[in-house]
């Protein structure tokens, strides 16, 4: 394929980082200019946004604030990852744990809450990395930081032994750990909990609908292109011919009260020239796409 701009919807298979997902589609699309937004575990599978070639400027204003996820939770059992993928650290049967105290654990951790994110976490200490250091032996005192759980649902049910699997729906906000969630649940409940199964159905505005598999990928076809990518995901404002012109050097112009940014900003044929704010009455660029 010859490098397009646009976006890719991917739906990201199990065991694969999100830059392992980037390296194939850099070799897919014959360009190197290819990011992610929103990092997903390695366990981790769905909707991860990657942009190639200019889209990738269009990434960090992206609004996608709002994840939702699918995941199951098993009780009895607290892991140095909060995953599956670690080593069991601690638990106690949860055969006394009852499906209202898991619906009550999940009610206690809803709406604004102070969540610390996992030891095993990209979050930086001191410029490290967390998992750095907790791969290194030392353990990081991480401080909380206050996310949003729109919705914590629990869904169903499993017994298995002495653990007790719970399937739940989270609609949360961007830097919510389901992982650390699931910690908290098994905290509150006295016994430990741990991710087993994790699935993001929804970033922002795109879901699995919009996902596609890297499996047999036609990239190409599965491209979003750039112009209608921010024309989805952004106001659009009209540029006459002088004012692309003067936009595209990184010129300002006047307001014209369409949003206070991001905006997509195109010139009369289309093509998009910028993303603009607008303050104080005047349209400044974040971003130009054209030489």
């Known amino acids: 394929m010859t490098a397009a701009d646009g976006l890719l919807i991917i739906d990201k298979p199990a065991g694969w980082t999100s830059h392992d997902v980037v390296a194939r589609l850099r070799r ?3 360009t190197r200019r290819v990011g992610h937004a929103g990092t997903l575990d390695p366990l981790a599978t769905g909707v991860l946004v990657v942009g190639v070639g200019k889209a990738t400027r269009l990434l960090g204003h992206l609004a996608l604030a709002e994840k939702e996820y ?5 009780l009895g059992q607290a892991t140095s990852t909060g ?16 499906l ?10 809803t709406g604004q809450i102070e969540q610390v994110p996992p030891a095993v976490s990209a979050v930086k200490v001191a410029g490290t990395r967390a998992y750095r250091l907790a791969r290194a032996g030392t353990t990081p005192a991480l401080a909380p930081r206050v996310v949003t759980v729109k919705s914590f649902r629990v869904i169903e049910e499993r017994r298995v032994a002495d653990l007790l699997d719970v399937d739940v729906a989270v609609t949360c906000s961007s830097g919510t750990y389901i992982r650390a969630l699931a910690r908290d649940m ?17 970033a922002g505005p795109y879901d699995l609908s919009l996902a596609h ?3 047999n990928l036609d990239a190409a076809q599965a491209l979003i292109p750039l112009e209608r990518a921010a024309a989805d995901a952004f106001p659009s404002r009209l540029l006459t011919d002088e004012e692309a012109r003067w936009l595209s050097h990184g010129g ?7 949003a206070p940014g991001p905006v997509a900003a195109f010139g009369p044929d289309g093509t998009l020239i910028a993303l603009v704010a607008e303050k104080d009455g005047q349209t400044a660029p974040l971003a130009v796409f054209v030489p």
Do not use: N, Q
Request: net charge positive.
């Open 28 to 30: 897919l699309t014959g």
């Open 70 to 74: 699918l995941a199951t939770i098993r």
């Open 83 to 98: 995953d599956a993928e670690g080593d069991v650290i601690s638990g106690a049967p949860a055969t006394g744990v009852t």
């Open 100 to 109: 209202a105290a898991v619906r009550a654990a999940a009610a206690s951790l």
């Open 186 to 202: 098994g905290e509150a409940l006295g016994v430990g909990g741990h991710v087993t199964v994790l699935r993001r159905t929804r």
């Open 213 to 215: 598999g890297l499996e």
């Open 252 to 258: 300002r112009l006047p307001g014209a009260g369409v």
